[in-house]
DNA sequence: CGTTTTTGACCGGCGC
DNA sequence: GCGCCGGTCAAAAACG
């Protein structure tokens, strides 16, 4: 470089000399030096750009080094303690021992993927935990990571929609279970923990009760109905869907009418989608994810009767699948709850189950007399009938078609911007004769839309913006991102987290789920969707929010111009 | 004709 | 072991 500089200095200045001589040849050489500096301007731009292409792929080489170390970390974690387990097993335990131990096992579980149980029992301490937290934090997220790269070959393949086969190639290599992180684990949990697990294994289940006008509820995602039975103690006949938004999708729902109000409908999400959700789908996702992980977050912790909060001493770890996402976070020094409105807890069935109620505040009442009923055997019955307008998170306007589907669109008006957001569709149109339940929902005074789109913001937002929840989730954010994030590029697409500059999220091209969802509406009312929202105003249409399956920081800025997103076939 | 729904059969878990 | 029950399968029917 320093010789060319060199070179063009002395070329100029052979030039300054000789100007005098004016000559046709001479004027021809003066371009061609001209155009020799220009070339090498080019060149040195060229260079500057490969120069900061090779930083940014060290960095990424950086990330995947610390991933990969990570990950054997825990797998040398995971063999030490399955050698301690199996010495263990061989001994009897005593009970007290087991109450002993609980207390630990609680902080643990509780951040769902770790697995030190015997090392922390080594320390005998519990306030060390908290100098042990930002490693076990690293852990946990480690093992969402897992999870992430799953999430990252989705994203991958999306890039490139001619190579579809990479997401279900790598899905063939992935469990489809929901957890499959516990499958993993179980071995080297206690005994407790595995009964946990095995919980867990059975398939945490979040009930959404609303009341709803159509034979299903409408969220946004594609169904298909694969069998129908009545179920003991309730005339109406259950109904079971599978997602088909992809065939290998494990998620599963249940829909059934509400025997004592049958203008209330019961629908049950089982698992975890395992491909990218129609926008119009995040919202429901979203809750139902979230309530999901809460619910794993309580049936990792086995305190009593707290069906109203969750919180641990000393330390606390929690986790949260959003949108498919795991994300595991931890909180330090200060026990922290999350409320469910309007929710109930019930780990007495064989499959643990939240409930949440969004069903409107005149409908409490059913509620109430709901949870008390043994099938759901609930110690708790949160109200959360809304009250919470004061939350400044509180969307001026929300609409939804959970009810009928007959609007166009949902907007929320949210930091004075307009968001559009998705319909969220789905339900098909409904025959006639599949109202089975009209005259009920013509005795309800409440619009159904109404009620359910007050119900469905504040279920979420209280969920999600708890301000437990929201610091939990940004200090694992920013405890990810404070070791990795550097390389975390400038999203300007991201939203923040309780006034964190956590840059994530991704953009997508929203897009109506089907044709019919252009008559219907979208209820983004998620305070999740909110939360992740796009600032992006040179992105119109697109809608910043979990990526169902990419990667929570992703790197890629790829989301404008996905093909394969929101597809609905 | 492809897709979705219906519906009886089948299966596994659980309690007795 | 038996029966009940929830959940799933799969062939047939219905639908678009």
Redesign the pocket.
């Known amino acids: 470089m320093e010789n060319k500089q060199d070179n063009k200095s002395l070329l100029g200045k052979a030039c300054m000399e000789e100007k005098t001589k004016k000559s046709n040849g001479e004027e021809e050489e003066d371009r061609d030096v001209h155009a020799k500096t220009q070339k090498e301007e080019e060149l040195k731009s060229a260079k500057a750009q490969v120069g900061e292409i090779r930083e940014e792929n060290e960095r990424l080489k950086l990330l995947l080094a610390r991933m990969v170390k990570d990950y054997q970390s825990l797998q040398t974690h995971f063999s030490n303690i399955l050698q301690q387990e199996e010495i263990k097993k061989s001994k009897d335990r005593s009970p007290a021992h087991q109450e002993n131990e609980e207390p630990e096992l609680v902080s643990l579980s509780l951040g769902r993927a770790s697995s030190e149980p015997k090392k922390l029992d080594e320390k005998k301490n519990n306030n060390l935990i908290l100098g042990k937290e930002d490693e076990k934090c690293k852990e946990v997220l480690t093992l969402g990571l897992d999870r992430r790269f799953e999430f990252n070959s989705t994203e991958l393949a999306e890039k490139n929609p001619s190579s579809e086969n990479t997401f279900e190639e790598l899905k063939e290599e992935e469990p489809t279970d929901i957890w499959p992180p516990s499958k993993i684990l179980k071995t080297m949990r206690s005994e407790d923990e595995e009964v946990l697990q095995h919980t867990n294994l ?1 398939k945490a289940r979040v009930s959404v009760r609303a009341r709803c006008d159509t034979p299903t509820m409408n969220d946004g995602c ?12 309730n005339p109406c006949p ?5 997602c ?1 938004v992809s065939p290998t999708c494990p998620v ?1 729902k ?1 829909v059934q009418r509400w025997s004592e109000d049958m203008s209330i409908l019961i629908t ?1 999400y ?1 698992g975890t989608h395992n491909h990218r959700l129609p926008v119009s789908a995040t919202a429901m996702a979203s809750t139902t994810s979230a309530a999901a992980s809460m619910l794993r977050c309580h049936s990792s912790t086995s305190q009593p009767g707290f069906g109203t909060s969750l919180s641990a001493s000393n330390s606390t770890s929690t986790s949260a699948d959003l949108h498919g996402l795991n994300f595991t976070f931890s909180e330090n020094a200060k026990p922290h709850q999350f409320y469910f409105p309007n929710s109930s807890i019930s780990t007495s069935n ?2 643990p189950t939240i409930v949440l109620d969004l069903t409107a505040p005149t409908a409490f009442s059913h509620f109430n007399r709901l949870t008390a009923a043994p099938r759901y055997n609930s110690p708790t019955c949160l109200n959360f009938s809304s009250p919470s307008s004061a939350n400044s998170f509180e969307p001026k306007t929300l609409q939804t078609s959970w009810s009928n589907g007959y609007s166009n669109y949902g907007t929320f008006n949210s930091y004075n911007k307009n968001i559009h957001v998705g319909a969220l569709n789905l339900a ?1 149109q409904q ?1 006639p004769q ?1 109202h089975i339940n009209q005259p009920f929902m013509q005795m309800n005074n409440l619009s159904p839309q109404q009620s359910l789109t007050e119900t469905i913001a504040a279920t979420t937002k209280v969920i999600t913006s708890n301000p437990s929840f929201q610091s939990a989730l940004a200090a694992a954010i920013s405890s990810y991102i404070g070791n990795g994030g550097s390389e975390a590029p400038q999203n300007q697409g991201g939203g923040e987290v309780s006034g964190l500059n956590l840059k994530w999220g991704e953009s997508l091209p929203i897009k109506p789920a089907d044709s019919s969802a252009q008559n219907a509406i979208g209820c983004e009312s998620t305070f999740l969707n909110k939360l992740l929202s796009s600032n992006n105003p040179q992105q119109q249409g697109n809608l910043s929010i979990f990526p169902p399956n990419s990667l929570p920081f992703s790197t890629s800025r790829s989301a404008s111009g996905s093909p394969a997103d929101g597809k609905d ?1």
Do not use: C, D, F
């Open positions: 059975k594609q169904w298909r109905k694969y069998g129908q039975k009545t179920a003991k103690g259950r109904a079971y869907y599978r088909t599963r249940q049950t089982e064989s499959h098909k025959k599949e076939h």
